[in-house]
């Protein structure tokens, strides 16, 4: 148990052994002795472990059935578990799914479980956490090696197909299996919660009851052992961050979910990050921060940033209908009742508003009076559209006279035509 503790070593116990007892065993014997005691325990060598300097976690094979009262369906909950090894204090929960999400969020309940964070977290090699099992670089999901970079600890995943790597856990999962799930097992659980608060107070019981071989208890280890040794938690939780890639598209947004975000417009064609949380949208480029907005709720929005815009673009964005209706008025009232009618029947307003801004761009070309002029005419003839504008100034209709109203003539007598008086009398 002393070399459980940070720090301690056999030479120095030695060394204290022999403060006491200055004619005992000289440091070859002592260690002899140690060797012997400690195969009694196991005839496998054990692995000493260091006071807080590892959390071993791993999912339970056994699962909890949850019952849905609305449906009666069973689903099965899989049970985390993460275990201190020079304590063997035990922290097990049940969760939604294996998924990453489930995952990282297990990670942070066991470490505010423990108090503290230890130097290394050994998982096994789950598709959650790690993309690429092996033996000397395993490559880790971004959002775990980031969820441990917040708390500072390192990642070290078990070798593949090396159980001694987290012989701890290994044995924590029988345990929670056997004394946990196994004493639950003729209940029935109607939500996660009902089944949390059970193993929960299982969880309790197994850390409080005395070890067959060795004394004190799981908690009463923790205490002395672990429990000073652990380093503090950071002042806020970890929030949960999903990873992906996606390419730039010509508009200079990224889709998410169904949803369109804005990056600066060099980096149409370029490959980014995106780091997504419940709130936020972060955009990286060679991991350098480039964008980051409020996460949008439904399908089909765009989330863009004026300042990622083009300068034609922006020039574009900063016109408002209102502001249009005023620039309208400045050219004239044609000009006036043309765009204002624009605006109002087309079917969907950003119709409208690119129809309007065409306009602008044709008194840019033609100047205001033969604007107004053209406007006339196409109000006259009830054509309000872009197009209809656009045609009158190129063919200089614009500087053609109005048509005057109809005249009002006669209808021409024609033998062939019946008049009142034949409909009256009934016909010939």
């Known amino acids: ?211 067959q071989k060795l004394e004190g208890t799981r908690r009463s280890l923790y205490e002395t052992l672990d429990k000073p040794a652990l380093r503090p938690l950071p002042p806020q939780r970890y929030e949960f961050a999903e990873w992906r890639k996606a390419k730039v598209n010509l508009d200079y947004h990224v889709e998410v979910d169904r949803n369109y975000y804005s990056v600066p417009y060099p980096l149409v064609g370029e490959t980014v990050d995106i780091r997504l949380t419940d709130g936020l949208v972060e955009i990286l480029h060679r991991g350098k921060r480039v964008a980051c907005h409020p996460r949008a709720t439904g399908r089909g929005r765009s989330v863009t940033q004026i300042q990622h815009m083009p300068a034609s673009h922006r020039r574009h964005r900063e016109w408002t209908p209102s502001k249009l209706r005023r620039w309208a008025e400045s050219v004239g009232p044609h000009t006036a009742q043309l765009v204002v009618t624009i605006l109002e029947e087309k079917p969907h307003p950003e119709q409208g508003f690119r129809s309007c801004l065409g306009i602008i761009h044709l008194a840019r070309k033609y100047g205001s009076d033969r604007l107004e002029a053209a406007a006339a005419r196409a109000c006259a003839a009830r054509t309000f559209s872009y197009s209809s504008v656009k045609s009158i100034l190129a063919h200089n209709l614009d500087q053609a006279p109005l048509p005057g109203p109809p005249d009002n003539q006669a209808t021409p007598v024609h033998p062939n035509l019946r008049g009142p008086d034949y409909y009256a009398g009934g016909g010939p």
């Open 1 to 211: 148990r002393e070399l459980a503790r940070k720090g301690v070593t056999l030479q120095l116990l030695w060394w204290e052994y022999k403060q006491n007892h200055p004619d005992g065993l000289q440091y070859s014997q002592f260690c002899q002795r140690y060797r012997q005691w400690r195969s009694k325990l196991d005839v496998v060598l054990r692995q000493p472990h260091r006071a807080g300097e590892q959390m071993q976690v791993d999912f339970a094979g056994d699962t909890v059935p949850i019952h849905d009262r609305e449906t009666g369906e069973v689903w099965q909950a899989p049970i985390f578990v993460a275990v201190l090894p020079a304590s063997n204090y035990t922290f097990a929960k049940a969760y939604p799914a294996q998924d990453l999400r489930s995952w990282i969020k297990a990670h942070c309940d066991a470490l505010e479980f423990f108090g503290g964070v230890p130097e290394i977290i050994v998982p096994d090699n789950p598709k959650a956490g790690v993309t690429r099992a092996c033996r000397y670089e395993p490559d880790l999901n971004p959002a775990y090696q980031e969820m441990a970079a917040h708390y500072g600890a390192a990642v070290i995943p078990a070798r593949p197909r090396s159980p001694r790597d987290k012989a701890k856990v290994e044995n924590a999962v029988l345990v929670v299996e056997r004394w946990i799930l196994a004493a639950l097992r003729n209940h029935t659980f109607f939500s996660l919660h009902d089944a949390n608060r059970a193993i929960r107070e299982a969880v309790a019981r197994l850390n409080d009851r005395p070890f």
